[in-house]
T-cell receptor, first 112, second 116 residues
C-alpha cells in the first residue's frame, strides 16, 4: 500500500528566501506525481505534474524534482513571497492503482 | 476552460440527517474522484469513477455513503445518516482517462460539511 509523507509539517520563512519542501513515498512503482497548493478554505490548485519518466518540471519560480528509486520528490520555491503562503500537498499515482495518494501537506508561511 | 464545479460550498446538518453533494467535472474528463479531507490532513479517496463505472470504492463507508455518476458526466455523493466524524471538506476532481499522456488532476473548490 502506497504511503506518502511530507517534511516539514510546517515552515515559516522571511520573504525572499529560497526553500525546499520534501515528499517521500514508499512504493516506487508510480505513474506520476503531482504537487498542489491549497489556500485556507479552498480547493486544490495544481502546480506541477511529473511523469515517472521525468526527473524535474519547472513553472516560474517553482521547480519539482523526482527520484523514483529513492522514493522522493522535492518542490523548490525561489525568492518566496507572502502570496506563497499556503499548504502544499504532493500526491502520487501508482502504476497499478489509478487514484492519487496524498501526503499530509506542508503548511508554509512567508513573512513580509 | 471551465473548471470542476461543486455545490453547495457549505452545508451544516444535524447528525442522522442526510446530505448530498454535486460535482460537474471538466468536459471530456473520463475519470472522476471524490475525496474526503479532514482538517489538517491530506485528502483521502472515497470513490473513483471511469466514465459511469466504479474503479475503486474500497475506502467508501458503504453503510452510509453512496455515489453515482449517471451518463458518465455529473456525479452525486450522498451521506445518510450523517455522523459527527463526517465533518470534513468533500473534494471532487477529474482527469483524463488513466493511460493517456496527461492525466493531471483538477480539483473543485470543495464542499465544507459540518455535522452538529
Amino acid at each position: 500500500k502506497q504511503e506518502v509523507t511530507q517534511i516539514p509539517a510546517a515552515l515559516s520563512v522571511p520573504e525572499g528566501e529560497n526553500l525546499v519542501l520534501n515528499c517521500s513515498f514508499t512504493d516506487s512503482a508510480i505513474y506520476n506525481l503531482q504537487w498542489f497548493r491549497q489556500d485556507p478554505g479552498k480547493g486544490l490548485t495544481s502546480l506541477l505534474l511529473i511523469q515517472s519518466s521525468q526527473r524535474e518540471q519547472t513553472s516560474g519560480r517553482l521547480n519539482a524534482s523526482l527520484d523514483k528509486s529513492s522514493g522522493r520528490s522535492t518542490l523548490y520555491i525561489a525568492a518566496s513571497q507572502p502570496g506563497d503562503s499556503a499548504t502544499y500537498l504532493c500526491a502520487v499515482r501508482n502504476n497499478y492503482g489509478q487514484n492519487f495518494v496524498f501526503g499530509p501537506g506542508t503548511r508554509l508561511s512567508v513573512l513580509p | 476552460e471551465a473548471g470542476v464545479a461543486q455545490s453547495p460550498r457549505y452545508k451544516i446538518i444535524e447528525k442522522r440527517q442526510s446530505v448530498a453533494f454535486w460535482c460537474n467535472p471538466i468536459s471530456g474528463h473520463a475519470t472522476l474522484y471524490w475525496y474526503q479531507q479532514i482538517l489538517g490532513q491530506g485528502p483521502k479517496l472515497l470513490i473513483q469513477f471511469q466514465n459511469n463505472g466504479v474503479v475503486d470504492d474500497s475506502q467508501l463507508p458503504k453503510d452510509r455513503f453512496s455515489a453515482e455518476r449517471l451518463k458518465g458526466v455529473d456525479s452525486t455523493l450522498k451521506i445518510q445518516p450523517a455522523k459527527l466524524e463526517d465533518s470534513a471538506v468533500y473534494l471532487c476532481a477529474s482527469s483524463l482517462k488513466f493511460g493517456q499522456v496527461n492525466t493531471e488532476a483538477f480539483f473543485g473548490q470543495g464542499t465544507r460539511l459540518t455535522v452538529v
